[in-house]
């Protein structure tokens, strides 16, 4: 294996399962010498920048092949949803390719990526916001928080997927149930909970 790719893809599986390993135990992970690896990437922080720049692209990806863009601009209320939706399932797949970096205390001071991380934020954030005028999701909420509930129901994903918790199959309507309805309990009959 000596492909950047490859090698960066295997690195972010061990990653996904063992967040603080060594490049010693990355190398040893992915099959190939600790040398090897250091010839890619002179240290673990350059290692694991590089996976987090492949993380914001996959985020802006995810943005861009919802289309949250074009159904902001539009106000369509049928638009925005089929966006949320898709956006949503994008990201359990997110999670699951790159949930280390949801977490990971580093890639949070690395300026290039806390620049992109914010710009992809904005979106989202004005993406909520025409989806609330829209009547899609509620308009009593800080668009913000909206933003940071779907980011940690992010990690609530990456977290039950990790620990086999939930069932693949089930975890995208799981994701947009809970976020769409909530956790609370639903009462019967149109009665009081």
Do not use: K
């Not at 294996?1 to 967040?19: G, S, V, W, Y």
């Not at 987090?52 to 692209?57: F, K, L, M, S, Y």
């Not at 954030?125 to 933003?147: E, I, M």
Request: hydrophobic share 40%; charged share 25%; net charge negative.
């Amino acid at each position: 294996m000596r492909n950047e790719d490859e090698i960066l893809a295997a690195a972010t599986r061990h990653l996904n399962e063992e967040p603080t390993a060594s490049m010693a135990e990355i190398a040893g992970a992915i099959g190939i010498s600790r040398a090897t690896l250091h010839r890619h990437y002179a240290s673990r922080e350059a290692l694991v920048h590089r996976l987090g720049q492949r993380a914001c692209a996959g985020w802006e990806r995810s943005q861009d092949e919802a289309g949250i863009v074009a159904a902001t601009a539009s106000g369509d209320p049928a638009a925005l949803d089929r966006a949320l939706r898709r956006l949503l399932r994008a990201f359990v797949v997110d999670a699951d390719e790159y949930g280390f970096a949801l977490t990971d205390h580093f890639l949070n001071h690395l300026p290039d990526l806390v620049e992109w991380g914010e710009r992809l934020e904005a979106r989202e954030v004005a993406f909520y916001t025409a989806c609330q005028r829209a009547g899609v999701l509620r308009a009593d909420l800080p668009p913000r928080w909206v933003s940071n509930v779907v980011y940690g129901l992010t990690i609530a994903v990456r977290e039950s997927l990790r620990h086999g918790d939930v069932a693949r199959r089930d975890i995208g309507e799981l994701l947009i149930g809970t976020f769409l309805s909530g956790a609370g309990a639903r009462p019967e009959n149109g009665g009081s909970p």
